[in-house]
């Protein structure tokens, strides 16, 4: 219901930024005024109807568009072209944004801003008691952030949420932080379903964090990923070999992920099948 419900707001949305750049042209202007029409396809759904509208109206008049027509700035076609190509960058640009993880950064911190005016503002209209604004802030815990450069290992405020597809949410990660120093061997205990593997998946990039962030010997999962990968080694809950491959071809997969240069890739290779007594098989399919 919830997705539906999205959808329609969503439909209705889009029909309101269709019409609304109709209705301003025919009211806020009584003659055709290029530059406003061309502000106005900054709306992609505007640009593609207003570039339909002067087709059908060339059509009309009995001026049809040809091949070198198009690049006419003044029969306009064009124009439409290059706003589209704007806001193609535009949007390209906000899903960027979007997808790196800076927004929820920015939402968060424009929320603390807002929570610590909040409280400065209690603070001052509390019936004129003198009240200390330490005294309505939340104890301040240290982040994990000032440990990037000195802690090989570090996690920081990582949530994730898994939809329930019309069942309730499930709340996987609810903002785990910790560190572990050069030289610890840390362990994770937790029931079944208490979030471990999927924190150990966000850790490894192979799950992406809600939000919050990892490092990796100050490689940030989320921005450098390669780089934070090139230090880690898993030994995933379930058997990760691909069936059509040679254990030798295993190796080689894995070396590339992990960044071992080419010239080295070989004697890598062979050295871990050495290692692990594994000449007799190495070219066997793992199947």
């Given at each position: 219901k919830k997705q539906e419900t999205a959808q329609q707001a969503l439909g209705e949305f889009i029909n309101l930024t269709l019409a609304l750049p109709w209705v301003i042209l025919a009211f806020a202007t009584s003659t055709k005024n290029v530059p406003l029409e061309n502000a106005?396809?900054?709306i992609p759904g505007f640009a593609l109807y207003r570039g339909y509208s002067i087709l059908e109206a060339a059509a009309v008049?009995?001026?049809?568009?040809?091949?070198?027509?198009?690049?006419?700035?003044?029969?306009?076609l064009i124009q439409v072209f290059m706003m589209l190509v704007i806001d193609s960058i535009i949007f390209l640009l906000f899903l960027t944004f979007m997808e790196s993880g800076l927004a929820r950064r920015f939402a968060r911190s424009l929320s603390g801003t807002v929570q610590s005016s909040a409280l400065i503002s209690a603070g001052e209209a509390d019936d004129g008691k003198d009240v200390e604004l330490d005294e309505l802030m939340p104890p301040i815990v240290s982040s994990t952030r000032d440990f990037i450069s000195t802690s090989p290992i570090i996690a920081d405020e990582l949530k994730k949420t898994y939809s329930g597809h019309g069942a309730p949410d499930v709340r996987a990660c609810r903002g785990v932080s910790f560190k572990v120093n050069s030289g610890i061997v840390y362990g994770l205990l937790g029931p079944n379903g208490a979030?471990?593997?999927?924190?150990i998946s966000m850790m490894v990039g192979i799950e992406k964090a809600d939000e919050g962030d990892a490092w990796i010997n100050s490689s940030s999962v989320t921005f450098d990923l390669a780089a934070a990968r090139r230090d880690i080694g898993l030994c995933p809950q379930f058997d990760a070999l691909i069936d059509n491959l040679t254990g030798r071809e295993h190796l080689i997969m894995f070396a590339?992920?992990?960044?071992?240069?080419?010239?080295?890739?070989?004697?890598?290779?062979e050295g871990a099948i050495k290692d692990m007594k594994l000449e007799q098989k190495a070219g066997a399919l793992t199947k």
């Open positions: 106005l396809s900054l008049v009995g001026s049809p568009f040809s091949a070198r027509d198009v690049f006419l700035w003044n029969r306009e979030g471990k593997s999927t924190m590339m992920i992990r960044g071992v240069p080419p010239r080295l890739m070989s004697t890598v290779v």
